[in-house]
């Protein structure tokens, strides 16, 4: 008898799963597509055809997977469940999972909070991705502009880009590919790792984290990398051409060309030198940490 009320009471209660998403929308090679989902996971890659097909899971307890928008500026939304009555948050429900074709020439604007993003060969005019805790992924990418914004999330970007902006606070960076152009990055105390094509501009800022930065300037190309107690690593090829600038408070200075001077009362030192014709500026500055500039 209890067994029975169990079997029809289990019978009775709301079956709580992962829905299955299978969508497809027409959108033009060069279109351009925004991707929200506030946890779980979201996965895009390129393809040939003028439509995105979503495919997934959305999870329990989820209110919609929001689609709008045209051929040419296509929305896609999972709409959570709000959790609670302070400042109205929309996170209840369990994760979900978005898995993406996009065509390859389109622009990509993604939307995360606690959701993972992992990106693979998009070549459109911009791909820009904003999360919070996630990790960001990116492979085999070329778009015309790449913007990335992170709080506590890893980002690790490899490919190829003429504009690349990185703004973090705890997570580290790793950057690779033949990236040139401007490149922009700011942390907080995450490690940064560039390995770079020929830049016109590179700025970077940090407070705690370390930086090695490998890449070739540009006739009259342009460095700037400060830091609080991060240590600094320049990495040049033989043939650069800059003049350069290194001060530390209370850190170390090493470069193959001029000479370091101590200050004459108190703590610091600075050295002035110029690499090959001196075209370009190079200017490198920690508080505490070291600062190195080695040449390939």
Known sequence: MILAAALLAAAAAPAFAAT???ETRPLAADGRVSIENLKGRIVVRAWDRPEVHIGGTLGDGVEKLAIGGSASSLSIEVEYPQSGWFFGRRDGGEPSMLELRVPAGASVSIDAVSADVDVSGMRGALLEVDAVSGDITLRDIAPRELRIDSVSGDVDARGDTRDLKIDTVSGDVTVSGNVR?????????????VDAGTLDRLSFGS??????????????????????????????????????????????????????????????????????????????ESFSGNVRVDIR
Do not use: C, W, Y
Request: glycine share 14%.
């Open 20 to 22: 299955p998403i299978d």
């Open 181 to 193: 152009g401007r490149v922009a990055i700011d942390v907080v105390s995450g490690d940064v790792e």
């Open 207 to 284: 407070v705690s984290g370390d930086a090695e930065l490998r890449l070739s300037l540009a006739p009259g190309g342009l460095v700037r990398a400060d830091a609080v107690s991060g240590n600094i690593t320049l990495s040049l090829p033989a043939t650069t051409s800059a003049r350069l600038a290194m001060e530390t408070f209370s850190g170390r200075l090493t470069s193959p060309v001029g000479q370091v001077v101590k200050e004459e009362f108190g703590p610091g030192s600075h050295l002035n030198a110029s690499l090959g014709d001196g075209d370009g500026d190079i200017r490198l």
